[in-house]
């Protein structure tokens, strides 16, 4: 086991001390441990698995813990029907798509080096957003996607829309490259206008079938099924991965592109495959649940702060995010007695203070 000092980025808001980074060597290979890193993640999983205790048990049929995780385990089976076929596809649906958003969000502010760059404000999360509601909306009308290809239709039309979205941002901002602020700027422009072009989308479909894309777009996880779960699962299986053996590569371009170019990184060729990834796993994200709100701006932020790290660990903000949607489910169900609210909602309200957070405390930096 040995150590090395790694200089942090001030822009990154990491701590400006010098950190140690313990590399666990084994043969030719040196694999780098962060201990503070690894205890905030097992933490993460530990908070995850309470919450998730708790989402099995409150509800309208009240269940004690213990006999949740009994039902969980299989060694009874007195609440199967409420456990695994009303409770736990929401919350497995939940969790996942919070960890593909945030994971997505991570990736996109360590490639714009800027903590308000997220999928909510690159127009990709909008995109799949009007995808998926043109289906919704037109599809009892015009027979767009009905019956069972609907599981699959609906996915398939976000990842679709969210890319094209991407792809279109993406050619707006480029200028013999690609800037993080013109990119986050022409990002914010098409998202206002994929929204109005949502919105417009509603007006001309039946009441139902607007009236569940208006659901859909508050970003709900009721009704969610085990079939919802299946893509948004595949992607994080491929997407998350990929994203992680590409650490080497978001830590030099975290540093800006003449750091990254000097390592020997092709910064515009690894910039887009990153983008890429991000976009997937936010075009999955929202194909499940729907566009809930601030989870890819917020989680990387969270994460960053508890790791210390020099930018947003995608694994911890993955954690982050499925444990944010996780919680907020737990409110928007329980908050009132009667009425169960979007998780979308509560994401959103939280998320909106924390963006007046982060605005504020860049405007202190800058007359600092």
């Known amino acids: 086991m040995s150590s090395t000092l790694v200089p942090t980025d001030p822009r990154t808001q990491a701590p400006a001390r010098l950190r140690t980074v313990r590399a666990l060597r084994v043969g030719p290979v040196a694999l780098p441990v962060r201990p503070r890193l690894l205890t905030v993640s097992l933490l993460a999983c530990a908070a995850i698995l309470v919450l998730v205790s708790l989402n099995l048990a409150m509800g309208d049929t009240p269940v004690s813990v213990p006999q949740v995780w009994a039902n969980v385990v299989g060694t009874s089976s007195d609440q199967y029907f409420t456990i695994w076929r009303v409770r736990m596809p929401r919350v497995v649906v939940g969790l996942l798509a919070g960890a593909a958003l945030a994971a997505a969000g991570a990736i996109t502010q360590t490639i714009m080096r800027n903590p308000l760059a997220s999928p909510d404000l690159l127009g990709v999360t909008h995109g799949a957003s009007a995808g998926v509601v043109a289906v919704m909306a037109f599809g009892g009308s015009y027979g767009i996607v009905t019956g069972p290809l609907a599981d699959i239709g609906v996915p398939a039309v976000a990842l679709a829309s969210g890319l094209a979205a991407g792809v279109l941002c993406y050619a707006l901002a480029w200028r013999s490259g690609v800037d993080g602020y013109r990119l986050l700027l022409v990002g914010v422009g098409m998202s206002a206008v994929l929204m109005n072009i949502t919105l417009w989308m509603l007006t001309l479909g039946e ?3 607007s009236g569940r894309a208006m659901v859909w777009i508050a970003g709900s996880l009721t009704m969610r ?16 991965p990929a994203a992680l053996v590409m650490a080497r590569t978001l830590d030099a371009l975290a540093y800006g592109d003449d750091v990254a170019r000097g390592l020997g990184v092709r910064v515009e060729r690894s910039r887009t495959a990153l983008l890429v990834l991000a976009v997937l796993l936010a075009a999955f994200g929202t194909s499940a649940a729907g566009p809930i709100l601030f989870v890819a701006l917020a989680s990387p932020q969270i994460a960053l702060r508890l790791a210390r790290a020099p930018r947003p660990p995608v694994l911890l903000s993955a954690l982050v995010g499925a444990g944010l949607v996780c919680g907020a489910d737990l409110i928007a169900r329980n908050l009132f007695a009667t009425i169960q609210l979007p998780v979308g909602v509560v994401t959103g309200s939280l998320g909106a203070l924390y963006l007046i957070y982060l605005l504020v405390r860049g405007n202190r930096k800058v007359q600092a």
């Open 225 to 240: 099924t085990w079939p919802n779960a299946v893509p948004v699962a595949l992607a994080l299986l491929v997407c998350l």
């Open 207 to 209: 009441v139902s079938d």
